[in-house]
C-alpha cells in the first residue's frame, strides 16, 4: 500500500521543557527512520499537562506561538508535520493549545474550546475550529475533550479536512477507577469517540495522547491511527508508544464517501435547532 505514513504518540510529558525536548527529538527522529511525514505529540507535549482537574493545580509553562520554543519545535520537524500540544501565552490569557509546524515555520494553530471539569481556571477557551491546507493535505487540529462534541470534527471536516489530528491528556476515571486501564470506562468513551467521529465525518482520525501518571491523574494513552470508515488501523494500547500506519488519504476518503456520503448527504433543513443554536451563539 502507498500512501501518507502517519504516526500518533502515547508518551508522558512534564514540566522539565528540556527533558521534553529531548523526548521529543527522539520521536522525531525513529519516526522519520520509519518514513513517517504526519506526527502527531500529545496534548501539553510541551510542559506537561496540569497536576489535577480539581481547579488547584499551576499551570504549565506558558510559550508564545512566535516563540523560542516553537522555532525550535519547527527546526526538529524539518521536512516533517509535527504537531503537539503546548501552554499558549496570549497577552494575559493562557491558552490549552496545539500547534503544527515544519521546518518552514507555524502551518497552523488550535486553542481548545471545550474544557472539562475545572480546566477553566487555568486556561482561556478557543473561539473555534478551522481546516488548513498543509504538505501532507488539508487537516483540522482539536484537543481532548473538544472530541466529546460532534460539532467540532463536522466543523473541520465541512471546512475540508481529510485528517483530523486530535491531542489529548485523556485520563482514566476519576471515580471508581479500574485497576486495569483496558477496563476503566474514560478508556472506552476515549476509544468509542475517536472511531466515531472518524465515521461519522468519513476522515482519516489521528489521536495522540499521554501515557503514565502526572500528580492525581493516569491517562489511558490508547494513541492510534483510525481510517474514515472507523476502523483501528494502529494502537499503542494502555501503555507508552506509536501507532503508525500508512494510508493513502485520497482513495481511503472516496471510497468511503462514494456510496453513503455523510457530508453529501446532509439535511440542514431538516436540523433547524442547530442553526438556532448558532445564530444564538
Not at 472539562?116 to 504538505?135: V, W
Request: aromatic share 6%; with cysteine.
Amino acid at each position: 500500500m502507498s500512501g501518507l505514513r502517519m504516526a500518533a504518540v502515547a508518551a508522558n510529558f512534564d514540566r522539565d521543557l528540556d527533558g521534553d525536548f529531548a523526548r521529543i527529538a527522539g520521536l522525531i527522529d525513529c519516526a522519520r527512520a520509519d518514513g513517517v511525514k504526519l506526527l502527531a505529540l500529545p496534548e501539553a507535549a510541551l510542559g506537561g499537562y496540569l497536576l489535577s482537574l480539581d481547579g488547584t493545580a499551576g499551570s504549565p509553562p506558558a510559550l508564545a506561538v512566535d516563540g523560542p520554543e516553537i522555532r525550535k519545535l519547527s527546526a526538529l520537524a524539518g521536512d516533517m508535520v509535527v504537531t503537539a500540544g503546548y501552554c499558549e501565552a496570549a497577552g494575559d490569557t493562557r491558552y490549552n493549545s496545539v500547534v503544527c509546524v515544519n521546518g518552514d515555520g507555524v502551518l497552523g494553530n488550535h486553542r481548545k474550546v471545550h474544557q472539562p471539569l475545572n480546566e477553566d481556571a487555568n486556561y482561556g477557551a478557543g473561539s473555534g475550529f478551522a481546516a488548513f491546507d498543509t504538505p501532507v493535505g488539508r487537516l483540522g487540529m482539536m484537543i481532548c475533550y473538544d472530541k466529546a462534541f460532534p460539532e467540532s470534527a463536522r466543523a473541520l471536516a465541512l471546512d475540508g479536512a481529510e485528517i483530523i489530528v486530535c491531542v489529548s491528556a485523556w485520563p482514566g476515571s476519576a471515580t471508581n477507577p479500574d485497576p486495569d486501564l483496558n477496563r476503566d470506562r474514560w478508556k472506552r468513551r476515549f476509544d468509542l469517540f475517536d472511531r466515531a467521529r472518524a465515521l461519522e465525518n468519513q476522515v482519516v482520525w489521528l489521536s495522540a495522547n499521554q501515557s503514565g501518571t502526572f500528580g492525581s491523574l493516569r491517562f489511558v494513552a490508547s494513541a492510534k491511527v483510525v481510517d474514515p470508515g472507523g476502523e483501528v488501523l494502529a494502537d499503542t494500547g494502555v501503555t507508552e508508544g506509536v501507532a503508525v500506519a500508512e494510508v493513502d488519504v485520497a482513495l481511503a476518503l472516496e471510497n468511503a464517501r462514494r456510496a453513503m456520503g455523510h457530508l453529501r448527504d446532509r439535511r440542514p433543513e431538516a436540523y433547524p435547532a442547530l442553526g438556532a443554536q448558532l445564530v444564538r451563539a
